[in-house]
T-cell receptor, first 117, second 112 residues
Framework: GAVVSQHPSWVICKSGTSVKIECRSL??????MFWYRQFPKQSLMLMAT?????????EQGVEKDKFLINHASLTLSTLTVTSAHPEDSSFYIC?????????????FGPGTRLTVT | DAKTTQPPSMDCAEGRAANLPCNHS???????VYWYRQIHSQGPQYIIH???NNETNEMASLIITEDRKSSTLILPHATLRDTAVYYC?????????????FGAGTILRVKS
C-alpha cells in the first residue's frame, strides 16, 4: 500500500520556539493532505486541509497564524507550530488520499509527538 | 456526514472472531461506511469500506444491514496485534480529498 512518512517522529522544544513537521507521500502524489492533532486518550481532531498550490483550509477554532501549513509540492506538506507552548504538546498526524480516482482510502503518517517544555 | 455510535470498549479472546458494531441511523444513500484502526502511538490504518453490500478483504469483513442503519466489522481470528482503537466513519466517498471526521471509536482488547 501507499506510504506516508513524517519527520521528525518526535521532537522536544522550548516554549516560545517554532517547530516544523514534514509530511511526505513516498510513492504517490497528493494534491490534498490533512493534518490532525491527538491528545492523550482522545480521538483525532482535524486541524486543517492542506492544498497544493493554494492556501490551507483551517477547521473552526484552529489558529491559522499559529499553525502554518505549506503544501509545497505534490508529495510534501509542512506544519509549523509557531511560538509553541506546553499546551501545544500533542501527537500530530497527517494523512493523504492518492490523486488517482477510485482510491477512497486515506493513508496516514506514523505521527509526530511534540513535547513543549 | 452522518454521525456514528460505537461501544467504548470490547474484549475478545485471541483466536476468536471479534465483532465490532457501529450504528449510523442517519446515513444517507450516497454515504459509505469506512473502518480505520489505530494501534497505540501510530497513525490510523485503513481497514475496509462499503456502501450496501457486504465486503471482505484480507484484513476483515464488513456486514451492513439491509436498511444500512448499522454495520459490523468482523476480524475473523483476532490476534494480540489487533488490539487497537477501531473507528467507524460514514462519509461521501466519491469526492476526492473528502476529509475524515473521527469519533471516539471502540477500544478492542484482544486477550490471550
Amino acid at each position: 500500500g501507499a506510504v506516508v512518512s513524517q519527520h521528525p517522529s518526535w521532537v522536544i522544544c522550548k516554549s516560545g520556539t517554532s517547530v516544523k513537521i514534514e509530511c511526505r507521500s513516498l510513492d504517490f502524489q497528493a494534491t490534498t493532505m490533512f493534518w490532525y492533532r491527538q491528545f492523550p486518550k482522545q480521538s483525532l481532531m482535524l486541524m486543517a486541509t492542506s492544498n497544493e498550490g493554494s492556501k490551507a483550509t483551517y477547521e473552526q477554532g484552529v489558529e491559522k497564524d499559529k499553525f502554518l501549513i505549506n503544501h509545497a509540492s505534490l508529495t510534501l506538506s509542512t506544519l509549523t507550530v509557531t511560538s509553541a507552548h506546553p499546551e501545544d504538546s500533542s501527537f500530530y498526524i497527517c494523512s493523504a488520499p492518492p490523486v488517482d480516482s477510485g482510491i477512497y482510502e486515506q493513508y496516514f503518517g506514523p505521527g509526530t509527538r511534540l513535547t513543549v517544555t | 456526514d452522518a454521525k456514528t455510535t460505537q461501544p467504548p470498549s470490547m474484549d475478545c479472546a485471541e483466536g476468536r472472531a471479534a465483532n465490532l458494531p457501529c450504528n449510523h441511523s442517519t446515513i444517507s444513500g450516497n454515504e459509505y461506511v469506512y473502518w480505520y484502526r489505530q494501534i497505540h502511538s501510530q497513525g490510523p490504518q485503513y481497514i475496509i469500506h462499503g456502501l450496501k453490500n457486504n465486503e471482505t478483504n484480507e484484513m476483515a469483513s464488513l456486514i451492513i444491514t439491509e436498511d444500512r442503519k448499522s454495520s459490523t466489522l468482523i476480524l475473523p481470528h483476532a490476534t494480540l496485534r489487533d488490539t487497537a482503537v477501531y473507528y467507524c466513519i460514514v462519509r461521501v466517498a466519491a469526492e476526492y480529498g473528502n476529509k475524515l471526521v473521527f469519533g471516539a471509536g471502540t477500544i478492542l482488547r484482544v486477550k490471550s
